[in-house]
């Protein structure tokens, strides 16, 4: 079944058209933009589906977007769905809430586990997102969770741990005294 299109492009197009193959840095704009050129040096659009594993229907579709639309045209479309319960104040009160110590905010906790934010966001915004959704809002922020570092400083006695460093000082200085006795737990050995 063939069509009467002209698939002859322009000097102008055909320079637009290898811009984008050699350049665009959307993938399928780059396929596209080769099933476009190969048309235009006469290849049938059957032949050309089969060059780029694309079906023939499909060529047809590209080069009617590219004819109306050019270059923008061979860009993917927005996939239609349902919009992001997470809109720009979800967001706001999510950044907020990373910036803070759970505590400044009054919760029990001092880390920030994902339940946890996810749970208090829902109490500041009404907004429940599920588990997985979540996880991708921040990794599509850039945030990335670490592992936290404990810190029992706020639990120790100073006096004791003044004491503790003169002990351990003066345990340093008599073990450098005394040799200690090769190790045979190992095979391998420091050289002197």
């Known amino acids: 079944m063939s069509r009467?299109?002209?698939?002859t492009?322009?000097?102008?197009q055909l320079a637009t058209i290898e811009q984008a193959i050699n350049y665009s840095p959307h993938p399928e704009v780059r396929q596209r933009a080769i099933a476009i050129r190969l048309l235009h040096l006469g290849y049938r659009p059957e032949q050309v589906s089969d060059m780029v594993a694309i079906t023939a229907n499909t060529i047809w579709t590209w080069h009617r977007r590219w004819r109306?639309?050019?270059l923008a045209g061979l860009e993917d479309r927005p996939?239609?769905?349902?919009?992001?319960?997470a809109?720009?104040?979800?967001?706001?009160q999510l950044e907020t809430a990373l910036a803070s110590d759970p505590q400044q905010l009054?919760?029990?906790?001092h880390i920030w586990t994902l339940n946890k934010l996810r749970l208090y966001l829902q109490q500041q915004t009404g907004i429940l997102l599920s588990y997985t959704r979540f996880r991708a809002l921040l990794s599509k922020l850039n945030y990335a969770w670490r592992q936290p570092k404990h810190d029992l400083?706020?639990?120790?006695?100073?006096?004791?741990?003044?004491?503790?460093?003169?002990?351990?000082?003066?345990l340093k200085k008599t073990s450098?005294?005394?040799p200690l006795p090769p190790s045979n737990s190992s095979s391998w050995t420091k050289r002197p």
């Open 4 to 7: 009467r299109v002209n698939f």
């Open 153 to 170: 400083s706020a639990l120790q006695d100073p006096q004791a741990q003044q004491v503790a460093g003169q002990v351990l000082d003066w």
């Open 87 to 92: 809109d720009t104040e979800y967001i706001r």
């Open 9 to 12: 492009l322009s000097d102008e």
């Open 79 to 85: 996939k239609p769905g349902r919009k992001s319960k």
């Open 176 to 178: 450098q005294s005394v």
């Open 106 to 109: 009054g919760l029990a906790y």
């Open 68 to 70: 109306k639309d050019g």
